[in-house]
């Protein structure tokens, strides 16, 4: 026992280990390994459903062959067109080509299943002669006779070919090569007379729409003259000559010139308009017109004459004579007249400017907008001559589609004479005649026997998938681990696959060691002391989702096992709604558990050695009224701190969780939980809600135990059992047990005593 005590409040949680589930499998697919092991464990059925479903199909390919086999017998039709064109459309492209062979080859192909020509072939003297037909009318009559040729005679063209394949179906192999002989032969008669029939009709058809195209031809060329002579009289037009086209052009240009002047003189005229006629300049040429103005002249001379004078006089007078100064005032005076006459000139002449301006921008805008309506004129003229040049030009291309429509047409209606005038219309031949054919067309031994068995081979797998699938209970080790994502600690097997004779599994550890169940239980010990380190499973409930999954019989022979090992073992009954130890260790007291948590008892004096070695039991005691009230008290915590310190483990055999609230309050108050699944009687879902409780209580799950596994085709256990018991001496395979050790019951009376 180790000396490190570990209590209630000392323990630390430790989550537990994530299941690792293999690359690219879902937690719910089928893996390879998965379909493989299925096929293995349900091989007999697959054998047998393939067995089965190939025997059904030899019989009814057997009975088929007796009683209603059918021979086909075999011929071809070669259909071909002899080369006359669609008149009004010409197509060059391969594949439109090969289209409207199929189209064609198709078409055949319903005319030689057409009422008319099978009604013939029927009231053929020849096909009226064969049992199929004798027969047949006694036994379904005329009309459902008919019926049943239409059904078994098939016309399918042949691809890339101009041949058409007809096949007949009938029990009896000359009657199938008659009757289809007999189908072609009346298909080619009818085709040809249809054929030359529809000919004609369609000869005289186009004859007629040769004529009326003609018409339309010759009406449309008249039409054109006349519309030119009525309303295009403007010569040269038609052959591309435009007088009025051009003279718009012209007039055009004008326009834009004129309109450029009219801008630039309105311009002017905006510049001098408002200004003061004063701040006007003139020109050089303008003051020489002023200085040669008559009136202006007159005065320079009079003012040139009178300074004359002066001058002369000046030289024989002083300044200050009065005759001197009387001509310096004539000067003067004659000078003012002249400089207000040119005054004058000069305000005469700025006014005429400003009038001049503004009567040049008047005639410019007036010549501008007189020429725009000349040009609208000419726009309109033109307008209405281009409209009725694409008149011409609409009715020119009428004419020349209507030409080229009527010389197509009387190529073909020329081809439609000489077709009509040769002796076949359509080359329509039989390649070969039907004979009987060598073998039957049903059934077919080669074909059904191998498709039945694909099937049924098929089938069985298919069922033993569906099983499978369908199935969702927990079974193997791989479903707790892929399903339920605990660990799995061990698989024990179940008692009836077991060789070595035990009573009472519940103590197989102990009675029967040398079995494999007790190994597998030494297995389920071993992996729950290397789960984690021992001071961290000092308390261990063993629990179940549901009754009858032997939790009690995992948690006896664990307490067992870790005893034979040599730790001190607790094994405590906690399940007060159905407790089974006292019933397993007759020798206990009646008194234990309860007592305990209600303060009258002590752990030291309820728990009872056991006769097996390092194993004490504390019975449940008498059945409280209230146990989850008394499992979550103090005295539980304190009674599992002194077991902690008083043993090396402690083992409790708990109720089932989905059905008692007592172990969700067990699994709280433990280091760990250990699940105890029985294969085959438990749902997943079942045990993934147990799961999903505990973790919700911050239960440890330390793993889970598969009982009752049962040995099955395609599993590893059969091989493991197997491969176990030829390891072991056949001694001790016989009885089951190992020589008595020190400590271990020996005689028959200790060993019954403590089977019961």
Not at 247 to 272: H, Y
Not at 273 to 301: C, E, R
Not at 403 to 431: G, P
Not at 552 to 560: D, G, L, P, Q
Request: glycine share 6%; aromatic share 6%; charged share 25%.
């Amino acid at each position: 026992m180790t000396s490190v005590p570990v209590t209630i409040q000392d323990r630390l949680p430790m989550a537990a280990g994530a299941i690792r589930r293999p690359a690219g499998a879902s937690a719910s697919g089928l893996t390879f390994s998965d379909v493989v092991r299925i096929l293995k464990q349900h091989i007999f059925l697959i054998v047998f459903i393939w067995f089965f479903l190939t025997a059904v199909t030899g019989v009814i390919t057997w009975y088929l062959q007796k009683y209603h086999e059918q021979f086909k017998a075999e011929t071809m039709i070669e259909v071909q067109a002899q080369g006359v064109r669609d008149p009004l459309r010409i197509e060059s492209n391969i594949h439109i080509q090969v289209e409207m062979l199929n189209r064609w080859l198709t078409n055949h192909a319903q005319m030689v299943k057409q009422h008319r020509v099978l009604d013939a072939a029927f009231k053929d003297p020849g096909v009226q002669a064969t049992s199929w037909y004798m027969e047949g009318i006694q036994r379904v009559g005329a009309a459902k006779l008919f019926e049943q040729l239409k059904e078994a005679l098939n016309v399918a063209p042949i691809p890339n070919s101009s041949f058409l394949l007809v096949t007949f179906t009938a029990p009896n192999k000359k009657d199938a090569a008659t009757i289809v002989n007999t189908i072609v032969r009346k298909y080619l008669e009818t085709t040809r007379v249809e054929s030359k029939t529809a000919l004609s009709t369609q000869l005289e058809a186009m004859t007629a729409q040769l004529n009326i195209l003609e018409k339309q031809l010759e009406a449309a060329r008249e039409e054109k003259e006349r519309y030119i002579g009525n309303s295009i009289r403007e010569p040269g037009v038609v052959s591309g000559l435009n007088v009025t086209g051009e003279q718009w052009r012209a007039l055009a240009t004008e326009a834009s010139r004129l309109l450029a002047e009219q801008l630039m003189l309105k311009g002017v005229w905006d510049n001098i308009k408002d200004m003061d006629p004063s701040q006007l300049a003139l020109s050089p040429q303008m003051q020489i017109n002023i200085q040669q103005d008559p009136q202006v002249m007159a005065l320079n001379n009079t003012v040139v004459g009178l300074q004359q004078q002066y001058q002369s006089l000046l030289g024989r007078v002083g300044p200050q004579h009065r005759e001197l100064r009387s001509l310096a005032d004539q000067i003067a005076a004659a000078e003012r007249a002249r400089d207000e006459v040119i005054q004058q000139k000069e305000n005469e002449i700025r006014a005429f400017q400003v009038t001049s301006a503004e009567t040049a921008w008047l005639n410019a805008l007036k010549a501008q907008l007189a020429l725009e309506e000349r040009i609208k004129e000419y726009e309109d003229a033109q307008r209405d001559l281009e409209s009725k040049l694409a008149r011409v030009t609409s009715l020119e291309e009428r004419q020349a589609m209507l030409k080229a429509q009527y010389e197509r047409l009387a190529d073909f209606v020329q081809q439609l004479r000489l077709l009509d005038s040769s002796q076949e219309t359509v080359s329509v031949r039989q390649v070969g005649t039907a004979v009987e054919p060598l073998k039957r067309s049903f059934p077919r031994w080669e074909l059904n026997m191998p498709v039945g068995s694909f099937l049924g081979l098929l089938a069985g797998v298919g069922l033993a998938l569906l099983l499978e699938v369908a199935n969702t209970s927990i079974r193997t080790p791989r479903d707790i681990v892929r399903h339920v994502r605990v660990p799995i600690l061990g698989t024990v097997p179940h008692l009836d696959d077991e060789e070595v004779d035990i009573e009472r599994i519940e103590l197989a550890a102990h009675t029967a060691p040398r079995s494999m169940i007790a190994e597998a239980f030494r297995v389920v010990r071993t992996n729950l002391l290397l789960s984690s380190p021992a001071e961290r499973q000092r308390s261990v409930l063993i629990t179940s989702s549901k009754p009858e999954e032997g939790k009690t019989s995992v948690a006896v022979n664990m307490a067992i096992t870790i005893g034979q090992s040599g730790r001190r073992v607790l094994l405590v009954d906690a399940n007060f709604h159905r407790p089974t130890l006292h019933t397993l260790f007759p020798k206990v007291r009646s008194e234990g558990l309860s007592n305990i948590l209600i303060g009258r008892g002590r752990l030291e004096d309820l728990a009872v050695p056991s006769e097996l070695p390092n194993l004490d039991v504390l019975p449940c005691g008498p059945i409280p009224p209230n146990p989850t009230e008394l499992l979550s008290s103090r005295y539980m915590a304190e009674l599992l701190s002194q077991a902690a310190d008083r043993y090396d483990q402690v083992i409790l055999d708990g109720p089932p969780v989905l059905l008692m609230s007592d172990a969700l309050v067990l699994a709280s108050a433990v280091d760990g939980v250990i699940m105890v699944c029985r294969a085959k009687s438990v749902s997943r879902g079942v045990i993934q809600r147990a799961r999903e409780q505990l973790e919700r209580v911050n239960g440890r799950i330390f793993g889970a135990v598969l009982n009752a596994a049962q040995v099955a085709r395609g599993g590893y256990f059969r091989e493991q059992m197997r491969s176990y018991y030829d390891y072991q001496p056949e001694e001790a395979v016989l009885t089951g047990s190992a020589r008595a050790l020190p400590g271990t019951p020996g005689d028959n009376d200790s060993e019954d005593e403590s089977r019961s």
